[in-house]
T-cell receptor, first 114, second 117 residues
Framework: AQSVTQLDSHVSVSEGTPVLLRCNYS??????LFWYVQHPNKGLQLLLK??????LVKGINGFEAEFKKSETSFHLTKPSAHMSDAAEYFC????????????FGSGTRLSIRP | GAGVSQTPSNKVTEKGKYVELRCDPI?????LYWYRQSLGQGPEFLIY????????DSGLPNDRFFAVRPEGSVSTLKIQRTERGDSAVYLC???????????????FGPGTRLTVL
């Protein structure tokens, strides 16, 4: 069985400060892990994905995430927040071969203060 | 280039009515996915097509929900006897790969917001 937990429903940071969005997962086998971003009235966009290659994954717009098997975590970070980063972020866990095992987290809303 | 498009963007219907939601995937993408996103929740997988056939429909909540993709391109999600609990944003995504895994990058449409009164 798989599950994913996003530990914060809402995160607020000041522009120019670091961003940390937390995600923990549970999987009975080696998972694929993803972060998606959803801007208002726009489609979900893939930020980055982990599929058993390097544990530190770099994505678009300066985001990165580190797969930590011992902690079952896949936290999303960015060194310096920009106003355009304000959006909803989803952590996703998936089996390698079955679409029916795609599990989205409940989302974290990121707000950026000027 | 054109992304995934979904029509209508908004649909309001009455309880008990029938609705159809359309998805136009990226040209050439063989895989197509439907998801449902309820307010304050993450998307929930419904069904996955590989070409014309439904490779996995285990996420459909009950037999009121049905989806087709007759020519392997456009897909229609059909909901019979709609209920207020069906109100949600219905998302479509397409992928160019064939393994059926989310490891194949999926490109999402903007969704159709369905409201059942």
């Amino acid at each position: 069985a798989q599950s994913v937990t996003q530990l914060d429903s809402h995160v607020s940071v000041s522009e120019g400060t670091p961003v940390l969005l937390r995600c923990n997962y549970s999987s009975s086998y080696s998972p694929s892990l993803f972060w998606y971003v959803q801007h208002p009235n726009k489609g979900l966009q893939l930020l980055l994905k982990y599929t058993s290659a390097a544990t530190l994954v770099k994505g678009i717009n300066g985001f990165e995430a580190e797969f930590k098997k011992s902690e079952t975590s896949f936290h999303l970070t960015k060194p310096s927040a920009h106003m355009s980063d304000a959006a909803e972020y989803f952590c996703v866990v998936s089996g390698r071969s079955s679409a029916s095992k795609i599990i989205f987290g409940s989302g974290t809303r990121l707000s950026i203060r000027p | 280039g054109a992304g995934v498009s979904q029509t209508p963007s908004n649909k309001v219907t009455e309880k008990g009515k029938y609705v159809e939601l359309r998805c136009d995937p990226i040209s050439g993408h063989t895989a197509l996915y439907w998801y449902r996103q309820s307010l304050g929740q993450g998307p929930e997988f419904l069904i996955y097509f590989q070409g014309t056939g439904a490779a996995d429909d285990s996420g459909l909540p009950n037999d009121r929900f049905f989806a087709v993709r007759p020519e392997g391109s456009v897909s229609t999600l059909k909901i019979q006897r709609t209920e207020r609990g069906d109100s949600a944003v219905y998302l479509c995504a397409s992928s160019s790969r064939t393994s059926g895994s989310l490891s194949d990058t999926q490109y999402f449409g903007p969704g159709t917001r369905l409201t059942v009164l």
